[in-house]
């Protein structure tokens, strides 16, 4: 695991570690077009023990997916405001928090909107230019504790927690490129 690189980082957030969850299970990724995605996730009680469950199996499948940064609750079927993030490995990320989830997250604030190409668990054929902050700073509660906090994120990891998020707000990538211009067959390389 790489090291994160910038002084900004929140502490409690990238010392967090699935460690305080329950043992999670691998689930079933949903793919487009099921209803679940598109819909709205309700907000959570983050202490609750099916909170917890949820969170852990989240990163659980997140783990055992290739490729995998993020994944939110109604990727999994389930209609609530949940998501796991991990982009240390991923060779575009600079900056990290490492692995952590969030529950009922928003975005705060955020500058200096970029284009880059994003794909999707649930759309595995496809990806598409998609212009999102590239900065931002995100409340969120962690599972279990239910402490809020606050995540400064840049570049790569700022694009996946804005993925997430749009995930619990039932949007998929699809949803933010500019036209089908913007939308490409997803390339397999061996």
């Known amino acids: 695991m790489t090291t994160p690189v910038t002084t900004s980082l929140n502490p409690r957030v990238r010392d967090w570690t699935e460690d305080e969850l329950v043992p999670g299970s691998v689930?079933?990724?949903?793919?487009?077009?099921?209803a679940v995605l598109s819909t709205p996730g309700g907000r959570v009680d983050p202490t609750a023990p099916e909170t917890v469950r949820l969170a852990a199996d989240l990163v659980a499948t997140m783990?055992?997916?290739?490729?995998?940064?993020?994944?939110a609750a109604p990727q999994v079927g389930e209609g609530v405001q949940v998501f796991c993030v991990d982009v240390s490995d991923h060779p575009k990320a600079r900056a990290h928090h490492g692995t952590f989830v969030l529950c009922n997250a928003e975005v705060v604030s955020a500058s200096r909107n970029e284009r880059a190409r994003e794909g999707c668990m649930s759309v595995p054929d496809l990806t598409g230019d998609v212009k999102r902050?590239?900065?931002i700073v995100v409340r969120g509660e962690l599972p279990g504790t239910g402490e809020s906090v606050e995540v400064t994120a840049e570049a790569f990891e700022?694009?996946?927690?804005?993925?997430e998020?749009?995930?619990?707000?039932?949007?998929?990538?699809?949803?933010?490129?500019?036209g089908a211009h913007a939308v490409y067959a997803r390339q397999t390389y061996l």
């Open 165 to 178: 998020i749009d995930h619990c707000a039932g949007l998929l990538f699809l949803d933010r490129v500019a």
């Open 133 to 135: 902050a590239s900065r």
């Open 63 to 71: 783990r055992v997916s290739p490729g995998c940064v993020g994944l």
């Open 158 to 163: 700022a694009r996946a927690l804005q993925h």
């Open 27 to 34: 689930r079933d990724v949903v793919r487009a077009p099921a």
